[in-house]
C-alpha cells in the first residue's frame, strides 16, 4: 500500500520560494500520478499541479502557472513541488495525492480521481 508524507513547508516571506518534498514509499513510484492540492483555512480544497506517471504530462492551476514546478524522481521516490514568487494567498496545507490510472499517460485536478492522500505540510507566506 503506497503511503505519501509531505515534507518541506514552512514560513516564508513574500517573493520567496520553497520546495515541497512527497516520499512515497509501500509501493513503486512508477504507476503513480500524483498531484499537489491546498487548502487555506476557510477555503475549499483546491488543485495546484499535477504530474503523469512517467512525468510527461503536467497541469497547473492558473494561480500558480508561471510560479510553481512540478516534477518527480522515480528512483529516488519522490515527487517536488518547487514554489517561486510566493504571494501571501499561497498560503495554506498543502497536500500531496496519487492514484493509479493504468497505463494511462495522464493527470487531472480533480481531488475525487486521487486515491492516497498525505497528511499535508503547512505553507505560510507572510512579512
Known amino acids: 500500500q503506497l503511503q505519501l508524507v509531505e515534507s518541506g513547508g514552512g514560513l516564508v516571506q513574500p517573493g520567496g520560494s520553497l520546495r515541497l518534498s512527497c516520499a512515497a514509499s509501500?509501493?513503486?513510484?512508477?504507476?503513480?500520478?500524483f498531484a499537489w492540492f491546498r487548502q487555506a483555512p476557510g477555503r475549499e480544497r483546491e488543485g495546484v499541479s499535477c504530474i503523469s506517471r512517467s512525468g510527461g504530462s503536467t497541469n497547473y492551476a492558473d494561480s500558480v502557472k508561471g510560479r510553481f514546478t512540478i516534477s518527480r524522481d522515480n528512483a529516488k521516490n519522490t515527487v517536488y513541488l518547487q514554489m517561486n514568487s510566493l504571494k501571501p494567498e499561497d498560503t495554506a496545507v498543502y497536500y500531496c495525492?496519487?492514484?493509479?490510472?493504468?497505463?494511462?499517460?495522464?493527470?487531472?485536478?480533480?481531488?475525487?480521481?486521487?486515491?492516497?492522500w498525505g497528511q499535508g505540510t503547512t505553507v505560510t507566506v507572510s512579512s
Open positions: 509501500g509501493s513503486t513510484l512508477d504507476v503513480y500520478s
Open positions: 495525492a496519487a492514484v493509479d490510472y493504468g497505463t494511462f499517460e495522464l493527470c487531472a485536478l480533480i481531488a475525487a480521481y486521487l486515491e492516497i
